[in-house]
């Protein structure tokens, strides 16, 4: 058994941490959730009582939301390398794209998929403005490159390129150049690859019942 526990569901964000834990590559356990039974259980709200996935449990600690359990996994453990050093100028930047993405970039592209519009002169009381600014600032996070972080790939990568890889999947992101390349190196990793694995290996599986 392992101190490290992740609560998911194959067709939910929990993929995201499971790409996280790959590149993490230390021992963890994975308790797969369906949503309308056990992700709904008092067991499960025990952990997260708003009933969704994923959740952390590491050991006492327990952490929901995306971003932050791949920000808590990266400074509990930093010498896996996937968080810039506390005195490196780049941990700026670590922290600033990964909650662009956690904060406006959500909303902006959930605000589009459910064609929902910001009443003209309203944009300053939304965090994301508009969908078009933060459709805009969003490729700027990959510059110079090749990573959000220059030549370190970190937990913001895995957090950022999952949501811009999702994004364009559902049309809600246009695919450029930028993002081809980027997206590229990305899935080319052998922690996103086993990660993609087991959850469709686990789809299929359930599929297979």
Request: with cysteine; net charge negative; aromatic share 12%.
């Amino acid at each position: 058994m392992s101190d490290l526990i992740l609560y998911t569901n194959p067709q939910s964000r929990g993929r995201i941490v499971h790409w996280m834990m790959e590149e993490l590559g230390l021992p963890y356990e994975t308790v797969w959730l369906d949503y309308a039974t056990t992700m709904k259980a008092p067991e499960f709200h025990a952990i997260n009582p708003m009933g969704k996935v994923p959740a952390l449990k590491h050991g006492d600690v327990v952490v929901t939301e995306t971003s932050a359990i791949c920000a808590y996994l990266a400074d509990r453990f930093p010498e896996q390398g996937l968080a810039p050093p506390d005195n490196d100028l780049a941990r700026a930047n670590y922290y600033r794209w990964l909650f662009f993405a956690a904060g406006p970039v959500e909303q902006a592209v959930t605000a589009q998929s459910m064609g929902w519009e910001v009443p003209a002169g309203k944009e300053m009381s939304v965090g994301f403005g508009t969908f078009a600014q933060t459709r805009d600032v969003l490729p700027l996070a990959l510059e110079p490159g090749p990573y959000i972080c220059g030549e370190q790939f970190t937990a913001a990568d895995v957090y950022i390129g999952a949501n811009i890889g999702w994004g364009i999947l559902f049309g809600t992101i246009e695919m450029q150049p930028i993002y081809e390349e980027y997206l590229g190196s990305l899935h080319a990793r052998p922690a996103y690859q086993r990660a993609e694995k087991i959850n469709d290996d686990y789809m299929k599986s359930q599929a297979a019942r």
